[in-house]
């Protein structure tokens, strides 16, 4: 900082969330300073095109279309990169850290694949990388793992972290739509994307668990270790007879400290309409974090937007200027970069119940063949629920069973034998059954 | 500190939290020391009886009955005080700040009475005084508004932030107990204290919304003007006519931003089944939160218990030991000793809707009168719920209204009425119904 309490500030890329945080910068600098005694001065909004910035009314004498003038500017002190990607976002924050000035992001794909190299250049600078806008949006989420919960060992994580996919899923729930037209009324709301594939495929939701893992774990975690799974495969008729079993689907981010390891994936889960994650619903987010002496706490608010997002992006600006974050980021060790590598368990290693559904010819013996196989592969069932579907014959009749806990590499094993049987008449579906993570908590 | 990352410790009562923060200290200290890179030394476990500490196996070498001694040690950087009350508790803390020791407590009661003086002694020796367990125990939810909700005006908060009500209600909901059973097993299963008063009456609940508010709005708040109304005259009927209405009932720490101030009480108080809240069960806490930036947003987690407020209390003392605490107390204006004072509304201003529970004699004509009387009053029915009752008609039959937006000054005026009307068999009962804040995000 310049002067003690004033703050020259850079914001790169405006839109949906550049242009939120440069409006809260321009509108709100009064009750920012009553409320911290800093002073935040905006100085450049940088973009190539200033639609959005006219449309808020920002200040045109601000409007900067070349990110250099900014970087090389002896009055900014933090850099704000909303440009989003891993390429021009890239090379502004190394170039911003390079010069001496903090950056904060909101870029969970570039932390995901960068974040440990990212890390190294600002500690070798000697500034600081804030991202608490890069998971779950306006939650203070990230805080929670570095300083709220940082007397805790962190046992689990479970997180509905992409809030696209979280509107789609409570359509789907509350509406009885199928997964296309769930996603078409989205894309309608503006809130999802027209080219849905990075929200729905999961892979947002892995950039983010990317983070909070090395975050909460103190590991290096591997992006691409992480084994990830969409809901743009969900079919309906698994989202009901889940809702009749008494689960709720959520596409979760999961992280579990295990003997040996970490597993970390991504993928659609029941969890059971008891558990504070089956009610959070549209596009909001939560995060569920057990940590050995705290046991569960839960962080619960809007996962994106622009107004949220920037919520976020000052708390990180704030706590740069008020000289908290160059602080923890010097002192603390977590970071990736200085982070022994986790040992990540592939999915065949956990332990669960699994929701299982197996589409069979109506014939006599297929349930006995069906049984056998699972009890071949150590795999107990729990419930069983077949009804008399008339339609579709062709597709076969479902069965649906309910495992007791079991490993999942037996399970498939298991389901690939029974997908080969004559009367499976195709590849069945299993979905994982989230128990609530039992608490270590003992005083 | 003595030394860069050594910070010496002293822990003032050793009950069910400060036995499990004194343990925390010595069983973690090398998980404590690998994520922040701080050493934490506990020195002193002062108290006058050591049977928990003992049972706890803490080392006997630790233990000291005389308090002056940690006081007077000049390898003591903090002192942790968890005697409670206002009497013992307010002097430790008061000699601890004189002396130049940082001063970490979970005293709600002491805060709330004392809060803004104790803080104009820390700032005025120089140090800083810490107080996250002192809120809804295990939830880092006073970080949430000094530091990651920052950037925001908060607009309103609704907390759940007794667990032995929350646990009490709970039971009352999902086993249809009445308030003295639900009482007796909370008792039974150490969720409530012999003396359940300063938990059921509510009070305990409005020493925290005093600190919350005071962090939240910046201004300093008089315990003595919030209205406060416990658990310990609900009755069941209300609770389930609730239920059959869509609503649950819970006791809310409320803290509105109104025209002209603040509404600050605590009640019983119903709140759509949709509403997160809703759904926070057995003594587990909970604190929504909304910004004008980062709209709703949600802290879940365990109110109470020794290892969870322990967590709570840890994270202040590395917030101390590594510097950022110091550095926010002394920059951050908001802390009570500096804030003007908040104008607090009477709850007589407040708009809102209404459960009303009105025993009538079942004749002719008494609903219309009660019509009338609400209609001259400017209040408007939104709802009746009549059953046929047949017991009991000496207390007269049940007539549930619920209304719709309606000032509260108003409508106690027409109650005074209704319940002078010689068709009405006693007092009326009358209960806020808590609708979803209305978001002030608009990007």
């Excluded at 600078?125 to 570095?146: D, K, M, T």
């Amino acid at each position: 900082m310049n002067r003690i309490g004033a703050c020259g500030v850079a914001v790169v890329g405006c839109g949906t969330v550049g242009g939120a945080t440069a409006l809260l910068l321009s509108r709100d600098r009064d009750l920012i300073a009553e409320k911290t005694g800093v002073s935040l001065s905006l100085k450049y909004i940088v973009d190539r095109d200033f639609a959005r910035a006219r449309s808020l009314k920002l200040d045109p004498a601000l409007f900067e279309t070349n990110y250099d003038k900014a970087l090389a500017d002896p009055e900014i002190d933090v850099v704000i990169e909303l440009v989003g990607g891993t390429t021009i976002a890239r090379e502004i924050i190394e170039r911003a850290l390079k010069g001496g000035k903090h950056v904060v992001t909101a870029n969970k794909a570039l932390l995901a694949h960068h974040g440990p190299e990212l890390m190294k250049i600002a500690h070798d600078n000697g500034v600081s990388l804030s991202f608490e806008a890069s998971c779950a949006g306006g939650i203070p989420v990230v805080r929670a793992l570095y300083d709220g919960l940082v007397a805790n060992r962190i046992d689990a994580m479970y997180g509905i972290v992409n809030g696209t996919c979280n509107y789609i899923l409570t359509e789907m729930i509350q509406k009885g739509q199928g997964y296309a037209e769930a996603l078409a009324g989205a894309q309608r709301s503006g809130l999802a994307e027209a080219d849905p594939r990075l929200d729905v495929s999961g892979l947002d939701s892995a950039h983010k668990l990317t983070i909070l893992a090395s975050l909460g774990f103190g590991r290096r975690v591997e992006l691409e270790k992480i084994p990830v799974e969409g809901i743009d495969t969900l079919e309906l008729i698994d989202v009901k007879f889940g809702q009749e079993l008494g689960y709720i689907v959520k596409l979760l981010a999961i992280a579990q400290r295990l003997d040996g390891g970490l597993s970390l994936r991504v993928r659609p889960s029941f969890i059971s309409r008891e558990h504070p994650l089956a009610w959070v619903s549209g596009p909001f987010n939560a995060v569920s974090i057990y940590g050995h002496a705290v046991g569960h706490t839960m962080y619960y608010g809007r996962g994106a937007g622009g107004s949220p997002t920037a919520s976020a992006i000052l708390s990180d600006l704030l706590s740069i200027a008020q000289g908290t974050a160059p602080l923890l980021f010097r002192s603390l060790p977590i970071w990736p970069d200085r982070a022994p590598e986790a040992a990540q368990l592939p999915s065949e290693r956990i332990a669960s119940r699994y929701y299982l559904r197996v589409m069979v010819e109506d014939q006599p013996g297929v349930f006995a063949q069906l049984a056998t196989i699972l009890g071949n592969h150590s795999i107990s069932i729990s419930s069983v629920l077949q009804k008399e579907l008339g339609a579709n014959a062709a597709e076969g009749v479902p069965v649906v069973i309910t495992t007791h806990t079991a490993i999942e590499g037996n399970l498939l094993s298991a389901l690939r034998e029974i997908d080969s049987l004559d009367a499976v008449k195709r590849k069945s579906v299993c979905i994982g059954i989230i128990d609530e993570h039992e608490e270590t908590i003992a005083l």
